[in-house]
């Protein structure tokens, strides 16, 4: 079993929409959940991160961490085209020196 | 602050030849980890080094492939004889302390044909 799954879209929206990514994991010991955005042709760069449950926002991205449910979330309000990119949910392992990645969701906001 | 840097960003090799990937991490970062992503895969560990010296090389998928870190500056990635199952993109990052706080390069794009 992969330890944090995500579903590769690809996604496309119009721009104002609000954005709903969502992965899930594995390991119920998993602490520190990430969020990492990719631009074509660019390493992956971190948007957010939560630890443990709750929620924890950033202008207009919402990371949600749910642990009952072992599920990992990142809202996007008023969706821009700049926001077009793949996005990663990742999460630390338990040694802490490594993070295990979802697949990726491509997303495109439509202008 | 420069970024982590990595070069070059791509290679086309023959199989059975041999390719050095190299990065240079963000001055000061003592920890210094390489990822690869194979096509339509997620992105996986290959290993981790304090320093100069390597702390975890679980995700190292076999002897064909050579990690080092000179003087716990930048380090390179060797793979010896590289085979088809090899192409993807690696990544390298650093990081201050051992924590979330990653830095990744852009990566190398490794193609075997």
């Known amino acids: 079993q992969k330890e944090v799954e995500q579903d590769p879209g690809p996604l496309s929206v119009p721009e104002g929409a609000i954005v709903s990514l969502n992965c899930t994991y594995s390991?119920?010991?998993?602490?520190?959940f990430m969020w990492y955005r990719q631009y074509s042709r660019k390493g992956p760069e971190l948007l957010m991160y939560?630890?443990?449950?709750g929620n924890k926002e950033d202008g207009r991205f919402t990371a949600q961490v749910d642990k009952s449910s072992k599920y990992i979330s990142l809202f996007i309000r008023d969706s821009q085209p700049s926001d077009s990119a793949t996005y990663l949910c990742?999460?630390?392992?338990?040694?802490?020196?490594?993070?295990?990645f979802g697949t990726g969701t491509s997303l495109t906001v439509i202008p | 602050e420069a970024g982590v840097t990595q070069f070059p960003s791509h290679s086309v090799i023959e199989k059975g030849q041999t390719v050095t990937l190299r990065c240079d991490p963000i001055?000061?970062?003592?920890?210094l980890y390489w990822y690869r992503r194979v096509m339509g895969k997620e992105i996986k560990f290959l290993l981790h080094?304090?320093?100069?010296?390597?702390?975890?090389e679980s995700g190292m998928p076999n002897n064909r492939f050579l990690a080092e870190r000179t003087g716990g500056t930048y380090s390179t990635l060797k793979v010896q004889p590289a085979e088809l199952e090899d192409s993807g993109v690696y990544f390298c990052?650093?990081?201050?302390?051992?924590?979330?706080?990653?830095?990744f390069g852009s990566g190398t794009r490794l193609t075997v044909v």
């Open positions: 990052a650093s990081s201050h302390g051992v924590d979330y706080g990653y830095t």
């Open positions: 390991n119920s010991a998993f602490q520190y």
């Open positions: 939560t630890y443990s449950s």
């Open positions: 990742a999460t630390l392992s338990n040694t802490g020196n490594q993070f295990y």
């Open positions: 001055s000061g970062h003592d920890n």
């Open positions: 080094f304090v320093k100069e010296s390597k702390q975890d």
